[in-house]
């Protein structure tokens, strides 16, 4: 999990910092690019491939064209997927938290970063649990009282209600964020990129830069895989 990226980054990280300073850069300017990438790719996904369910499920309802291999094979792809941008989102909190500190003697960076890297998980695994149990805490709620016009009733089921809509915006947040966090690290990273939409405020020009280097890393990925399935 989150948890065993972090402790496996961490020395990394260190080791980089003190004998390859440059490796800091590359390593989050290559985070950056695949961060951007994954947030293009949600977007992409998300205005064709919903039509392409819709049409799986109009077209193989009980077809064996959607076996249950095929099934898990999808969701084993998408498990991969997430623990690997969680990985690289990992790498990018732990070097942007030892950027703020280099200089400094090398115990000072150890507790700081050290610091950071369990706040960002406990953090981000305290906000899940949450989340994953609001329904179970809503049905408590709701069995308390059999009067349906109770407080505890109608918050209870406002409970119940509301969680397929917060994961729902969760997937919507989640992709804007990877933008952000890349398009933050090209602009403060890039030299050239330091002047660029500087009319555009802060949040939207990272945006904006994210989404472009996302949109041209996604074309070369998506040309590059065509080229490799013509050729072989």
């Known amino acids: 999990g ?16 003190a004998f390859v300073p440059i490796g800091v850069t590359i390593a989050l300017i290559l985070g950056g690019i695949y961060l951007a990438f994954e947030g293009v790719e949600k977007i992409y996904h998300f205005f064709f491939h919903r039509e392409q369910k819709e049409h799986i499920t109009e077209a193989d309802i009980g077809n ?4 249950e291999a095929e099934v898990l094979e999808n969701e084993k792809k998408k498990i991969k997927s997430a623990i690997f941008t969680d990985f690289i989102l990992s790498v990018e909190i ?43 805490f809503g049905l408590k709620l709701v069995s308390l009282n059999s009067n349906k016009k109770s407080f505890s009733n109608l ?31 090209f ?3 890039i030299d050239f990129l330091h ?5 555009l405020p802060g949040i939207f020009r990272d945006f904006t830069v994210g989404l472009l280097i996302g949109f041209l890393t996604f074309l070369v990925v998506k040309t590059l895989i065509f080229i490799k399935n013509k050729l072989f």
């Open 2 to 17: 989150s948890a065993i990226n972090k402790l496996i980054i961490l020395p990394i990280a260190f080791l980089l910092s």
């Open 64 to 67: 064996v064209n959607l076996s």
């Open 94 to 136: 732990i070097i942007i938290a030892l950027g703020t500190v280099i200089g400094k003697p090398l115990l000072f960076q150890i507790l700081v970063v050290s610091l950071v890297a369990v706040i960002a998980t406990v953090g981000v695994y305290g906000i899940v649990a949450l989340i994953v149990r609001m329904d179970d």
């Open 155 to 185: 918050f209870g089921n406002l409970l119940i209600r509301t969680l397929p809509l917060i994961i729902k915006s969760l997937s919507v947040i989640g992709t804007i964020a990877l933008l952000l966090v890349a398009g933050g690290i």
């Open 187 to 189: 602009i403060h990273h």
């Open 195 to 199: 002047n660029f939409l500087e009319v």
